[in-house]
């Protein structure tokens, strides 16, 4: 069955939706490699927890409107990414209103069940996985069950990270979290929800991250100012969760 398809306009913004009023991806017209929605930003969080050149090779499961794919492509050269896109429509559209960057050797869709995919063993592994799959009644099905959780970790390299786009106002975001959690045996953080609800979930290879959060936010001014993508915001959160625990003294740890 083919995905339903919208795009929507408003304020020099182009907007992707899968036949409802949910917002599965969306680029600013004159500006394409910004990323527009928060949850976009805070899915490249390991950005500022792992020192450059982290990441060499990563890891989309889930298209949309290209966002991330964009961003990267433009401003983290070293890096090779692989997405993975179950609807074929989706890629069509996204090259032809959301400019998708060409294929090269830096840059492949491939047209696949995300969870099928991570399960073949000739992959990876890889320093970044994001998952952000999505179908039009905002369902992830296979994407957000405990054995694709445990699949992402076992094609993680040993500095890697997964980061994985979830709605912490939806029913059942309680067990899906829980589910990530026992795949990672709770080497993991959730932080804090965007304004729109989603939650973003980190969970790690076999090195623990340990970041100041002194650094963290050097780490921040220095990609804002290489690349314009800023988690001021999202440092402002983490610093006044202290009491769930995100800051393990002056640091981010997990």
């Known amino acids: 069955m083919e995905t339903p398809i919208d795009i929507s306009e408003d304020a020099g913004i182009r907007y992707l939706h899968f036949g409802s009023d949910w917002v599965q991806g969306a680029m600013r017209i004159r500006k394409p490699d910004a990323l527009v929605l928060e949850y976009t930003r805070e899915l490249l969080a390991g950005l500022l927890l792992r020192p450059a050149p982290w990441p060499r090779r990563i890891l989309l499961i889930g298209l949309g409107a290209g966002s991330l794919s964009r961003y990267i492509h ?59 799959g999505f179908d039009r009644h905002a369902r992830a099905g296979a994407l957000a069950q405990q054995p694709f959780y445990a699949a992402c970790r076992a094609r993680l390299s040993p500095e890697g990270l997964v980061a994985v786009n979830m709605f912490g106002e939806l029913r059942g975001f309680k067990a899906q979290a829980k589910r990530f959690t026992d795949a990672f045996d709770g080497q993991t953080l959730f932080l804090p929800p965007c304004e729109s609800g989603n939650v973003v979930a980190l969970g790690r290879g076999e090195v623990p991250v340990c970041v100041p959060f002194t650094e963290l936010q050097a780490r921040d001014k220095a990609l804002k100012a290489a690349t314009g993508l800023g988690l001021a915001p999202t440092l402002k959160r983490i610093k006044g969760s202290r009491g769930a625990s995100l800051l393990q003294g002056d640091s981010l740890r997990f």
């Open 74 to 132: 433009r401003h983290l050269p070293e890096a090779r990414s692989t997405v993975v896109e179950i609807a074929p429509e989706v890629h069509m559209v996204a090259h032809q209103y959301f400019r998708l960057p060409t294929e090269d050797e830096r840059f492949e869709v491939v047209i696949a069940d995300g969870a099928a995919f991570m399960n073949r063993s000739d992959h990876g592994p890889w320093d970044l996985i994001v998952v952000d």
